[in-house]
């Protein structure tokens, strides 16, 4: 069973360029949601995507933007790079379940790690 | 902002049991317990979630007190690959993929 992908490992950018960041989800997986995670902090959620559409989103502004295909994969963008944009990225899926309170664990990639100079 | 807290760290010797708190005194009725862990630059691991019932698994025992305002993981037999930070996360169930709101984590770390 195939868990969660993520590539590339590492990428080294300057700062003003853009980023495209993907993620293959677990086998049976159709919810991508994505982290970043700042040297010694917790992750943060950046946004959730379900049925190839944003359905939600933290607190991150525009530059950070996102795509999901048919096949669920997930790319997350980030445009006009800052310094601050330097961080672990994490993706994580799931899989939607209809109704009640059920909860869907989130299984999380091992990321990747953007440094921007 | 996260709902619980945790100690930022602890220690304990290898094989013996890792007993990890958190408290979530705000925590609604129908919000989850879930726990990850994240050994260094790795993806975060699941661990285990609950409601109110204690609950086991091949990797872990998460105790919930009875008025849900604390729990309690433990890792039966901590060897020196259990050495990570352990998030305590609580986790609504309004909807069906809520996002996972993570704290700072205690950093166990496993002695020989």
């Known amino acids: 069973d195939a868990g969660v992908t993520q590539s590339p490992t590492h990428l080294i950018k300057t700062r003003g360029q853009q980023v495209t960041l993907r993620c293959s989800p677990k086998s049976g997986h159709d919810t991508v949601s994505w982290y970043q995670q700042a040297l010694g902090q917790g992750p943060q959620f950046i946004f959730q995507y379900y049925e190839e559409e944003e359905r939600q989103r933290g607190n991150f502004p525009d530059r950070f933007s996102g795509h999901q295909y048919p096949n669920y994969s997930s790319e997350l963008n980030v445009n006009a790079l800052l310094l601050g944009d330097s961080a672990l990225y994490l993706c994580a899926s799931s899989l939607e379940l209809a109704g009640g309170a059920r909860q869907e664990t989130q299984y999380f990639g091992p990321g990747t790690r953007l440094l921007v100079l | 902002d996260a709902k619980t807290t945790q100690p930022p760290s602890m220690d304990c ?24 862990r994240q050994i260094h630059s790795q993806g975060p ?48 169930a309004y909807s069906g993929n809520t996002p996972l709101v993570f704290g700072k984590g205690t950093r166990l770390s496993v002695i020989a």
């Open chain 2, 13 to 36: 010797a290898e094989g013996r049991a890792a007993n990890l708190p958190c408290n979530h005194s705000t925590i609604s009725g129908n919000e989850y317990v879930y726990w990850y």
């Open chain 2, 45 to 92: 691991q699941y661990i285990i979630h609950g409601l109110k019932n204690n609950e086991t698994n091949e990797m872990a025992s998460l105790i919930i007190t009875e008025d849900r305002k604390s729990s309690t993981l433990i890792l039966p037999h901590a060897t020196l690959r259990d050495t990570a930070v352990y998030y305590c996360i609580v986790r609504g």
